[in-house]
Nanobody
Framework: QVQLVESGGGLVQAGGSLRLSCTAS????????MGWYRQAPGKQRELVAD???????NYAESVKGRFTISRDNAKNTVYLQMNSLKSEDTAVYYC?????????????WGQGTQVTVSS
């Protein structure tokens, strides 16, 4: 099992910045990819950004140029730096980890952290 603990959400004005953190513990070996998803009220959960163990990154078009995902392997932590925040970024943000073993892939989720951007 993998446990994910998120922190860093909150209330910020439009144009401001926040940094989210997610620390993994437990069976962290073989975690291939970690990322952030978000879910706004009445909408489906969507990928924001993810990063592989090798450092390759992937971003949703709506956050490219504003958000940066990074990871500290020594701390088993992934970060999401969010700049130039917009009201449409308001959502619950969830940390995700994908653990790959022979013939099997497992998804793990954090509890979510609220990000609210006021206009």
């Amino acid at each position: 099992q993998v446990q994910l603990v998120e922190s860093g959400g909150g209330l910020v004005q439009a144009g401001g910045s926040l940094r989210l953190s997610c620390t993994a513990s437990g069976s962290i070996f073989s975690i291939n990819r970690m990322g952030w998803y978000r879910q706004a009220p009445g909408k489906q959960r969507e990928l924001v950004a993810d990063i592989t163990s090798g450092g390759s990154t992937n971003y949703a078009e709506s956050v490219k140029g504003r958000f940066t995902i990074s990871r500290d392997n020594a701390k088993n932590t992934v970060y999401l730096q969010m700049n130039s925040l917009k009201s449409e970024d308001t959502a619950v943000y969830y940390c995700n980890a994908v653990r790959i073993r022979p013939g099997m892939a497992s998804d793990y989720w954090g509890q979510g952290t609220q990000v609210t951007v006021s206009s």
